[in-house]
């Protein structure tokens, strides 16, 4: 039975009157194996391996649901399909409580059985090949998309349109387009990055630009202040966008959510990207007001993003809303944030919550440290699935619960993106460079332009000099950083982990979900 569309196990006490019903089947391609009572269905299951069960629940002896609770000991994930006379409410319940896949009402035809069939055994086949279909034809319409002057707005529904066919392709694994998309995604982040080099400095100078990580404070939490909302910012530090549409499902059974997006500053990385969001200022306007700051970077010490509060309350009053309280709580590990949990019910009467969450950056970095999370991790879909995890079942699921219940307008977001690094750069860099993996500040900076930004003028990008000849190298595309006496250590540690810092849609191109509770 090799071109066989399935192998059938019908359990009917009067199953020679269904005669033309497996014929019908046989015809149509199905193989069928029959049983006139459960303790034989039992035993052919135990015996056999079948894709799918007819059950017909009036059965002398061991009627249809007891039938069907030991099958679902025998193999928990086997289909079942329940055939009764009867159309008593209780049964339907108990036939679904056991997760049948249909309930047909005797008497049914042929081709009601045929249909039936189809539907559990051949939906997943039917929908890889409709998305299929669906994405060779949108395939060429992205490819045509990069021949046009796009705008920031357009990059972003392209993206947002890449990123759906990553998640469709997670639901069918077997399309055998992973790799197109994949190669697909490259191509349009070789564009992006030349859009992003044309078009980031003028960014700068001017207002008529998309939301920036600077802007986001003004731009999306002040309206909701001067309307008297209150206001919880939730900063999940390193979320992509696929990720928070992995999560999206969970968010909307808690919260309405508007969905739009802002630009991570160069570099895209915490010290810039999220003290930006919480000061409201550019980099050099922020260590030029905060020397501690300034005396950090520029001893790469640790603590990069020790004063987010204070530049919190400052933007606050700076934008007007001395009267306004607020609350500000960063979250390392799980006991921290099994605690706030704990104490959330207490936050509610404030006007402004702003909150920091880790562990989506801690997992990117600690991927490429450990083995066991190299293969919990291993690609983009795997980071999904944990991220999806965590949100499902941590304190963090607890949280938005409560805030689902609270006046606080929610605001999802985060600083910056990751990408999954693939080739390797040697760089020149003066030994008192920075460490990053994707982006680098120094002294004599030098690398290919087709691989980095090379910005040799800090200023110009609004960005802080700490020292003569200072200069920045910001990957392109999917780049990561070596230096000549450690290469191989840092090809061998880094090649395909997760890395922030450089230019890439998924680093910069950054989701805002705005949520108010159902």
């Known amino acids: 039975m090799q071109d066989s569309r399935g192998k059938i196990l019908w359990v009917d006490d009067e199953i020679h009157h269904l005669k033309p019903h497996i014929l019908f089947l046989e015809e149509k391609g199905y193989n069928l194996i029959q049983a006139t009572n459960g303790d034989d269905a039992i035993a052919l299951c135990q015996e ?23 099958i679902k000991h025998i193999r928990e994930s086997m289909p079942i399909i329940m055939i009764t006379k009867t159309e008593d409410e209780w049964l339907m319940d108990e036939a679904i409580t056991s997760q049948v896949e249909q309930f047909l009402i005797k008497p049914v035809n042929p081709s009601q059985i045929f249909m039936a069939c189809k539907q559990v055994l051949e939906k997943n086949s039917l929908r890889e090949e409709r998305a299929t279909s669906d994405y060779l034809k949108d395939f060429q319409d992205i490819n045509a998309c990069l021949q046009d002057d796009l705008s920031c707005q357009d990059w972003w529904e392209l993206y947002n349109r890449l990123v759906r066919w990553q998640l469709k392709f997670d639901e069918y694994k077997d399309t055998g387009l992973g790799n197109i998309l994949t190669e697909q995604i490259q191509t349009c982040n070789r564009e992006f990055s030349r859009f992003i080099e044309q078009k980031f400095l003028s960014w700068l100078s001017t207002d008529d630009r998309p939301v920036l990580s600077t802007d986001l404070f003004s ?162 879909a795997g980071y999904r699935t944990a991220v999806h995890s965590w949100t499902e079942n941590s304190w963090f699921n607890k949280v938005l619960k409560v805030l689902s219940d609270s006046e606080f307008t929610v605001i999802i977001t985060s600083d910056h993106g990751s990408i999954r690094v693939q080739r390797d750069v040697m760089v020149a860099a003066d030994k008192e460079a920075s460490s990053g993996v994707r982006y680098k500040y120094g002294r004599n900076l030098n690398a290919r332009k087709r691989n980095a930004l090379i910005i040799k003028d800090p200023a110009q990008y609004r960005l802080p000099i700490f020292g003569p000849q200072f200069n920045y190298l910001i990957a392109k595309d999917d780049v990561y950083f070596v230096y000549p006496n450690e290469a191989h250590k840092y090809k061998t540690q880094f090649r395909n982990s997760f890395q922030h810092g450089g230019i890439s849609m998924e680093e910069l191109l950054v989701p805002v979900a705005i949520m108010k509770g159902l």
């Open 219 to 380: 731009h999306f939490i002040v309206p909701l202040l001067k309307g008297n909302s209150k206001v919880c910012l939730i900063v999940l530090d390193c979320l992509r966008h696929d990720q928070f549409m992995s999560i999206l499902p969970i968010l909307e059974n808690l919260f309405n959510v508007d969905l739009s997006f802002q630009v991570s500053l160069l570099p895209s990385a915490t010290p810039y990207s999220r003290n930006a969001i919480f000061s409201g200022l550019f980099p050099d306007e922020m260590v030029k007001k905060y020397p501690e700051q300034k005396k950090i970077m520029s001893e790469h010490a640790p603590g990069l993003n020790q004063f987010e509060k204070t530049f919190l309350v400052d933007q606050i009053k700076r934008h007007g809303f001395k009267d306004k309280s607020s609350h500000y709580h960063k979250i390392w590990a799980v006991e921290e944030g099994q605690r706030f949990q704990r104490t959330i019910q207490d936050l509610l009467n404030v006007d402004i919550l702003a909150l920091v969450v880790n562990f989506v950056d801690i997992l990117a970095h600690r991927s490429s440290q450990m083995d066991i999370l190299k293969e919990m991790v291993p690609d983009e």
């Open 48 to 70: 056999y391996q079948f894709d799918l069960i007819l059950l017909d629940q009036s059965m002398p002896g061991m009627d249809g649901l007891k039938t069907l609770q030991s």
